[in-house]
């Protein structure tokens, strides 16, 4: 199975109300990234957290990482029409000898 | 700064014909990955590559698939043969480096195979 499995699949929220979306993942790892793909686009990095770090902020986001549950967490707050996107997690193992692993991600509408 | 080109964004093909993807990296990288995407699915890995080099195949199907970073000129993904289920977004991610810690994609191609 995928190495990363986003939940729910689907989340729809109004404007203005926070969106969180989880990940968990199966072996061991070196990062975990967060990633939005609009419709027909491609991928766009949102933020990295490394194995070491629990928590990290960038803006409206806020990511937590556990790894003893092996699972991540990425919180949207005061969601905006324009954050109506999926949202993938990756997993890197570390060293770049291969291609991040990515979940089937949770599909995102922000209702106006 | 240009992005990651991908080209063409849409291809349409036969079964049987090939089909050529493109990819040029963002300026200054020469680290490549391809990813599939089929509908409502997550991205697969397929290969990586350093300029003339295949590091990392992988996730590539076996048979009719072969990837390539020349020297000079983009980087292209090749499929022989097609068979309707090679239909799906083909995308391709730069980084600077291996690290792999933050991935630049393009638009990806769409392919669809008749």
């Known amino acids: 199975s995928q190495q990363g499995e986003e939940d729910p699949q689907a989340l729809s929220i109004q404007e203005g109300e926070n969106a969180t979306m989880n990940c968990s993942y199966k072996?061991?790892?070196?990062?975990l990234q967060w990633y939005r793909q609009n419709s027909g686009r491609g991928l766009v990095h949102l933020i990295l957290?490394?194995?070491?770090?629990r928590e990290k902020h960038s803006g409206r986001l806020r990511v937590t990482l556990d790894t003893s549950k092996k699972s991540s967490s990425l919180l949207i707050t005061a969601s905006r029409a324009a954050d109506t996107a999926s949202y993938f997690c990756?997993?890197?193992?570390?060293?770049?000898?291969?291609?991040?692993?990515f979940g089937k991600g949770t599909h995102l509408i922000i209702q106006p | 700064n240009a992005g990651v080109m991908q080209n063409p964004r849409h291809l349409v093909r036969r079964r049987g014909q090939e089909a050529r993807l493109r990819c040029s990296p963002m300026?200054?990288?020469?680290?490549v990955y391809w990813y599939r995407q089929l509908p409502e699915e997550g991205l697969k890995f397929m290969v990586y590559?350093?300029?003339?080099?295949?590091?990392?195949e992988s996730g590539m199907p076996k048979e009719r698939f072969s990837a390539e970073f020349p020297k000079e000129g983009p980087s292209i993904l090749r499929i022989q043969q097609v068979v309707r289920g090679d239909s799906a977004a083909y995308f391709c991610?730069?980084?600077?480096?291996?690290?792999?810690?933050?991935?630049?994609f393009g638009s990806g191609t769409q392919l669809s195979v008749l």
């Open positions: 991610a730069s980084s600077p480096d291996r690290t792999n810690e933050k991935l630049f």
């Open positions: 072996t061991s790892i070196n990062n």
């Open positions: 957290i490394r194995s070491n770090e």
């Open positions: 990756a997993t890197g193992s570390g060293g770049g000898a291969d291609g991040l692993t």
């Open positions: 300026k200054g990288h020469s680290h």
């Open positions: 590559l350093q300029k003339e080099n295949i590091i990392d």
